[in-house]
């Protein structure tokens, strides 16, 4: 059985992406946002039966992989359909899963979805998509989630992807607003201390405009 888990989330970290080309209207990703956040917590307790009695709990990953490397290995997260949505593992630079069974990254009672990771030189920091904004949360390389879960916007215009890259004293969260007449990306600024800084102008594309798919490195 950890045989057979270690080599499904070694097949997440290391699978292919498939992307999209072109961009969907910003009504239908907003609603591609809803519908899969209500799909990974109403699948959540048919995902965990297929699993119980089973001596090891089993990662239940849907979509959304992201990685960041730091601290001499990998730290892989995704979108699961147990509690809180946001799970991730450590991997070795050899392959070896440290965390079999996910960890949950996502403390918060709002579960997320498609998450963001970076490395800052102390803390990983992975931010998600919820209905309500985009949260986030450091993480240890040890595997600890350090709380609070931190709020890098509060809207219900937003949609993804959310993207995240750090330096050792700031990072930078970068998503798109969508409005009537246009979408932007805006940013938020977090501190190594997982505090969000206000910020006078947090644009990133010129108004009027259509941006999606902000990136971050």
Not at 147 to 159: H, K
Request: charged residues 25%; glycine residues 12%; hydrophobic residues 40%.
């Amino acid at each position: 059985m950890k045989r057979e888990v270690k080599a499904g989330i070694a097949g997440l970290l290391f699978g292919s992406m498939l992307v999209g080309c072109g961009v969907a209207p910003e009504q239908e990703a907003q609603n591609e946002v809803e519908a899969m956040t209500a799909e990974a917590t109403s699948s959540a307790e048919a995902g965990l039966d297929e699993h119980r009695g089973s001596s090891t709990p089993a990662a239940v990953a849907r979509y959304g992989p992201a990685v960041a490397y730091g601290d001499g290995k990998y730290f892989a997260v995704w979108t699961d359909v147990r509690t809180g949505g946001i799970y991730g593992t450590r991997v070795k630079p050899d392959g070896t899963v440290l965390d079999p069974t996910g960890i949950r990254i996502n403390i918060g009672d709002e579960n997320g979805v498609r998450p963001a990771i970076a490395f800052n030189g102390k803390y990983f920091f992975v931010v998600w998509e919820t209905r309500d904004g985009v949260d986030g949360v450091r993480v240890k390389p040890d595997g600890t989630v350090v709380g609070p879960v931190f709020r890098a916007i509060q809207t219900d215009e937003s949609f993804g992807p959310v993207r995240v890259a750090c330096s050792p004293k700031i990072c930078l969260v970068t998503y798109t607003i969508s409005g009537d007449d246009e979408t932007v990306i805006f940013f938020t600024r977090v501190t190594k201390d997982g505090v969000v800084l206000d910020t006078d102008d947090r644009t990133l594309s010129a108004f009027p405009n259509f941006a999606y798919d902000a990136s971050s490195t």
